[in-house]
């Protein structure tokens, strides 16, 4: 084992369920051959961080750092690591050790979120008992591989939000072969939305956004959108029917009408959920055989996924819209962010002369 730099980590856990951190420090586990030890300069808030810190999704072990929107500099690395330097700008996502063998069903298919022996960034086990902790804090312990270098060319203000935002929405348009032609809709234009929107659009396609909210159809079209359709205009929803070869669901909305975005669908389209609905989806097996349509959802995305998702980000001018905040301002930027006022993502700064 390689001694990191870093014997205590400071950050900000959430030992209750509530929106609300405190200051907590905990010892980290010991950096293997393997690992790197990352001092953290930017960690975005995800709905993630939210469902977990009030434990929606139940199942939260506290005291619990969460954060997986992280980017900072490499300070430590492991014997093995050849591929990353100590200084190296990286980002790490939702997920912070995969086995990556080519035996592994999940890991040879690029479906390394779905390892058995996968460690997600935060409220996840190691092998060895150790709990894993995020990016609301000073520093933190990954597995090598998934730690990513930023390209130069994207300010690392803006890198947080691909670590998971992006790879979330770009992962399943890379697997489903989005391309030019394609017509693809994206429902809810928030913190996923607004990036599918840009990533659909490099891609080719004829993007239609889809919102309750006619006052971001300027920024739709400006992001990338080619049309703009007010959902509680039914003359513009009816509009849409069979028009539709992909559309990406980036709203958790009780009020989604799934039933409705069936009828959108060309024949054979597919409907991708991105997002956790809260309460049960009932559809009519009739209308899958009438539309044959088909749902499915995803997943964040591997290593693979992330490395495009910067690289193509990168080459095509792919940034997310971005509130700061510094990172001791992080329980203002949390009920920032569950009021439904962020635009489209909140960046927790550390400060270079603080400890958090």
């Known amino acids: 084992m390689v ?15 509530g929106i609300k951190v ?54 430590t690395k492991g014997e093995k690591v050849t591929h990353l330097d100590e200084g190296d ?17 999940a890991c040879s298919r690029n479906l390394d979120p779905h390892c058995p022996h996968g460690v997600f960034t935060y409220n996840s086990k190691y092998a060895d008992g150790h709990q894993a902790h995020g990016g609301y804090a000073e520093a933190v312990r990954v597995n090598a591989n998934y730690a990513l270098k930023i390209p130069k060319n994207i300010d690392p203000i803006y890198a ?18 989005v391309k030019k032609g394609d017509r693809v809709g994206v ?20 993007v239609v956004a889809f919102s309750h909210s006619p006052n971001k159809r300027e920024q739709c079209l400006e992001l990338g959108a080619s049309q703009f359709v007010d959902t509680s205009d039914k003359s513009q929803v ?20 799934y039933n409705d975005y069936i009828t959108w669908m060309t024949f054979e389209g597919q409907i991708v959920l991105l997002a956790v609905p ?23 995305g591997g290593v693979d996924a992330l490395k495009k998702t910067l690289e193509f980000a990168a080459e095509h ?39 958090l």
């Open 278 to 300: 809260t309460g049960q989806m009932t559809f009519a097996p009739i209308e899958f055989i009438r539309s044959e349509v088909a749902i499915t959802g995803s997943l964040i």
């Open 187 to 206: 429902v809810g234009i928030g913190g996923l939305g607004h990036l599918a929107i840009q990533y659909a659009h490099a891609l080719g396609a004829e």
């Open 89 to 105: 700008l990286v980002g790490v996502g939702a997920q912070v050790h995969g086995c990556l063998q080519d035996d592994c069903d």
């Open 22 to 75: 405190e200051p907590w420090s905990y010892t980290p586990r010991p950096l293997g051959e393997n690992d790197v030890e990352i001092k953290i300069e930017y960690s975005g808030i995800c709905g993630s961080d939210l469902h977990t810190i009030k434990e929606e999704w139940g199942g939260t072990s506290y005291p619990a750092i969460v954060g997986h929107e992280i980017v900072g500099k490499v300070i």
């Open 317 to 355: 001018n792919i940034r997310p819209i971005v509130e700061r905040f510094p990172m001791d301002k992080v329980n203002e930027a949390l009920e920032h962010v569950d009021c439904g006022k962020a635009r489209y993502r909140a960046v927790l700064e550390n400060s270079t002369s603080s400890n």
């Open 238 to 257: 009816d509009a849409m029917r069979r028009s539709l070869n992909y559309l990406f669901i980036t709203s958790n909305s009780d009020s989604n009408q």
């Open 3 to 17: 001694q990191g730099k870093i014997n205590e980590i400071h950050g900000w856990a959430a030992m209750k369920p």
């Open 160 to 177: 947080p939000s691909l670590m998971c935002a992006g790879v979330t929405v770009f992962a399943p348009m890379l697997r489903k072969g």
